[in-house]
C-alpha cells in the first residue's frame, strides 16, 4: 500500500461548492503539507503542519482551509470553489530529514 | 523567500549520454538542497540531498554538485536511459525555517533512444 494516500484522486465540481480533499499518511511522520500545482508555475505551499496543533499558512492559503485530524491524517478544504483553483493539489508528509513523501495527487477542475 | 531558477526549456539528449540540469537560486544561500523527480501527472519523488558543506554527493548514475559561490547546483544523469525522461525539481530550505521548502518550476528531460 501507499505511503501517502489522497482522496479522491479527480474531482469536477461547480463554483461556489464546498470540497475536501483528503490526506491520509502511514509513514509516521509529524510533518504534513498541501501543495497546488499550476503549469509552468511549480509547486506552491497552501497550508502546512508539523504537529498535531500545529498549523501554519503557506504562500496561496486564501480561499482554503485545513484540518488536522490526527498525526496521520491532513485535510484541505475549498470552502467555496472558483474556477482559478483549478489545479493538481499535492499532499507530503516529512521527517526530521527534511525529505518530502508525496502523495499521488488530487487533479480538481472548478467549472 | 528563496528565489529559484531552472531551465523551463525542456532537454533533448541522446540515450547513452550525460544529462545536466542547473539549479540557480539568488538569495540567502540555504544549509541543503534536494532533487526530486515528477512524472507526468504524479508526485514529486525524492531523488538527493546535499548540503553546504558537501562539494558533491552520488547515488547511482546521479551526481549532484553544490556551489554556494556561485549560488548553482548542477544534476547530472550518467548513461541515459529513456526511462529516465521526467521532470527534475530542486527544491531549498526557507530562511524561516528549514522544515519548509520553495521548489523550482522544473526541467524536462527527454532521453531519445
Known amino acids: 500500500d501507499a505511503d501517502v494516500t489522497q482522496t479522491p484522486r479527480n474531482r469536477i465540481t461547480k463554483t461556489g461548492k464546498r470540497i475536501m480533499l483528503e490526506c491520509s499518511q502511514t509513514k509516521g511522520h509529524d510533518r504534513m503539507y498541501w501543495y497546488r500545482q499550476d503549469p509552468g508555475l511549480g509547486l506552491q505551499l497552501i497550508y502546512y503542519s508539523f504537529d498535531v496543533k500545529d498549523i501554519n499558512k503557506g504562500e496561496i492559503s486564501d480561499g482554503y482551509s485545513v484540518s488536522r485530524q490526527a498525526q496521520a491524517k491532513f485535510s484541505l478544504s475549498l470552502e467555496s470553489a472558483i474556477p482559478n483553483q483549478t489545479a493538481l493539489y499535492f499532499c507530503?508528509?516529512?521527517?526530521?530529514?527534511?525529505?518530502?513523501?508525496f502523495g499521488p495527487g488530487t487533479r480538481l477542475t472548478v467549472l | 523567500s528563496q528565489k529559484i531558477e531552472q531551465n523551463s526549456e525542456a532537454l533533448n539528449i541522446q540515450e547513452g549520454k550525460t544529462a545536466t540540469l542547473t539549479c540557480n537560486y539568488t538569495n540567502y544561500s540555504p544549509a541543503y538542497l534536494q532533487w526530486y523527480r515528477q512524472d507526468p501527472g504524479r508526485g514529486p519523488v525524492f531523488l538527493l540531498l546535499?548540503?553546504?558543506?558537501?562539494k558533491e554527493k552520488r547515488k547511482e548514475r546521479l551526481k549532484v554538485t553544490f556551489d554556494t559561490t556561485l549560488k548553482q547546483s548542477l544534476f547530472h544523469i550518467t548513461a541515459s536511459q529513456p526511462a529516465d525522461s521526467a521532470t527534475y525539481l530542486c527544491a531549498l530550505p526557507n530562511s524561516g525555517g528549514y522544515q519548509k521548502v520553495t521548489f523550482g518550476t522544473g526541467t524536462k528531460l527527454q532521453v531519445i533512444p
Open positions: 546535499i548540503r553546504e558543506n558537501e
Open positions: 507530503a508528509t516529512s521527517d526530521s530529514s527534511s525529505e518530502q513523501y
